[in-house]
């Protein structure tokens, strides 16, 4: 049973550049959210799809937008980076009818 | 605003020496209070998911249990393979995010 799986594992990018970040779900999820987690912090919720819409987003600029395609995995694609941004980027898949939530390994990205 | 807060940051202990973390929590009209476990460079690994007061879940040397304000994962004869960030997070109300705590560093020394 495939998990959730996210690439690339790790990301240099230069403050100013853009970056887009991608995510496969669970096999059989059809919820995808995901989180920012800071060193020696609890993930924040950025933004969750289904049904390829954006469903409830949490409390990030506009700089980060997303996109989920028919069959379920997603993009989270990052603009005019800033040096905050450096973090671990984790997706999470669920069903819709469910409330866990089950991560991917995370990209490190590291804006320089 | 949904709130989860946890304690200890850091908690050392031998192998074998039980323990409890705590996770405190205000969330409105709770679904569910995820425990989470978390390795150094990885993603959260799922572990228990607790509906209301008075739930306990198990797994292996790991039991959960809920109240109507706080939430506790006992860790019985713990090993040095058990050390890990254990991150907490609810979800309630309308919200279809989980709110995560900022996680307790075991680790357990042989």
């Known amino acids: 049973d495939a998990g959730v799986t996210q690439s690339p594992t790790h990301l240099i990018k230069t403050r100013g550049q853009q970056v887009t970040l991608r995510c496969s779900p669970k096999?059989?999820?059809?919820?995808v959210s995901w989180y920012q987690q800071a060193l020696g912090q609890g993930p924040q919720f950025i933004f969750q799809?289904?049904?390829?819409?954006?469903?409830q987003r949490g409390n990030f600029p506009d700089r980060f937008s997303g996109h989920q395609f028919p069959n379920y995995s997603s993009e989270l694609n990052v603009n005019a980076l800033l040096l905050g941004d450096s973090a671990l980027y984790l997706c999470?898949?669920?069903?819709?009818?469910?409330?866990?939530?089950?991560f991917g390994p995370g990209t490190r990205l590291t804006v320089t | 605003e949904d709130q989860v807060t946890q304690s200890p940051e850091a908690l050392r202990l031998q192998e074998g020496e039980s323990s409890s973390l705590n996770c405190s929590y205000t969330?409105?009209?709770?679904?569910?209070l995820f425990w989470y476990r978390q390795d150094p460079g990885k993603g959260p690994e799922f572990l228990f998911t607790?509906?209301?007061a008075g739930e306990e879940k198990e797994k292996e040397r790991l039991k959960a249990t809920l109240t109507k304000k706080e939430s506790f994962l006992h860790i019985t004869a713990p090993k040095p393979e058990d050390s890990a960030t254990y991150l907490c997070?609810?979800?309630?109300?309308?919200?279809?995010?989980?709110?995560f705590g900022k996680g307790t560093l075991l680790t357990v020394n042989p």
């Open positions: 999470a898949s669920s069903l819709v009818e469910r409330y866990e939530q089950y």
């Open positions: 096999s059989g999820h059809d919820t």
């Open positions: 799809y289904y049904e390829e819409e954006e469903r």
């Open positions: 969330v409105s009209g709770l679904r569910g």
């Open positions: 607790l509906y209301s």
């Open positions: 997070a609810g979800s309630g109300g309308s919200n279809y995010k989980l709110t």
